[in-house]
């Protein structure tokens, strides 16, 4: 009766690498943007475009970018090329407005990171939204980090109380086949003294 150890080990290994976690798994970054973070663009442009660390996938991307009034101004559909996604631009554009690329993929990981990138053309004043005019910070949703990722900081938190329920899943497995082994052994005694007297009285 080995199996329940070996059972337990697999486990137990499996919870390590689980709170270890693994630098393989880590998501994909936004490392570049056309238009950048804050730009000022002399002209409308036709796309904008955005440059991840790494392939992100092909389905459940969504880029929008919005003007002031909340206006959406992409045509179509993004198009991912390998790490790089790009959307079209109305070409009615205003070519005096502020803007914002807000954007949502999924990492190659399957995590799904999203960001936002304001810019601006010609004169135009940069979008404000409500959270920035009372003076707070947005969060994860910060203007000056469009590759906020809110979810990493989760990560260990999750990966803890993943590991957690591993152990106890562990621990309750082990208890429950000790507990079977011995019910096992008690009744293999019963059948013992049970059969014993049995002889007896069939004997002369
Ligand atoms: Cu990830």
């Known amino acids: 009766m080995r199996t329940w150890k070996l059972l337990a080990a697999v486990l137990a290994a499996g919870a390590i690498i689980?709170?270890?976690?693994?630098?393989?798994?880590?998501?994909?970054?936004?490392?570049?943007?056309?238009?950048?973070?804050?730009?000022r663009l002399a002209d409308a442009?036709?796309?904008?475009?955005?440059?991840?660390?790494d392939e992100v996938l092909t389905?459940?991307?969504?880029?929008?970018?919005?003007?002031?009034?909340?206006?959406?101004?992409?045509?179509?559909?993004?198009?991912?090329?390998?790490?790089?996604?790009t959307a079209a631009l109305d070409d009615r554009l205003p070519s005096d407005g502020g803007f914002e690329i807000r954007w949502r993929v999924v990492s190659g990981d399957g995590h799904p990171i999203s960001g936002?990138?304001?810019?601006?053309?010609?004169?135009?004043?940069?979008?404000?939204?409500?959270?920035?005019?009372?003076?707070?910070?947005?969060?994860?949703?910060?203007?000056?980090?469009?590759?906020?990722?809110?979810?990493?900081?989760?990560?260990?938190?999750?990966?803890?109380?993943l590991g957690a329920a591993l152990a106890l899943a562990v621990f309750s497995l082990v208890q429950f086949l000790l507990r079977r082994r011995r019910r096992g052994a008690a009744d293999d005694a019963r059948q013992d003294s049970?059969?014993?007297?049995?002889?007896?009285?069939?004997?002369?």
Request: glycine share 12%.
């Open 18 to 39: 689980l709170l270890n976690g693994s630098p393989a798994t880590a998501h994909d970054e936004l490392i570049a943007s056309t238009p950048e973070s804050g730009q």
């Open 45 to 53: 442009p036709a796309s904008v475009s955005l440059t991840f660390s």
């Open 59 to 85: 389905i459940g991307a969504a880029v929008v970018v919005v003007d002031q009034s909340g206006q959406d101004w992409v045509i179509g559909e993004p198009v991912i090329t390998e790490g790089i996604v």
């Open 116 to 161: 936002i990138i304001p810019f601006t053309t010609g004169d135009g004043e940069p979008v404000v939204r409500p959270s920035d005019a009372a003076g707070q910070s947005a969060g994860a949703d910060s203007t000056t980090s469009p590759g906020a990722q809110g979810d990493s900081v989760l990560r260990p938190v999750i990966l803890g109380v």
């Open 194 to 204: 049970a059969s014993a007297p049995d002889l007896e009285r069939h004997s002369p």
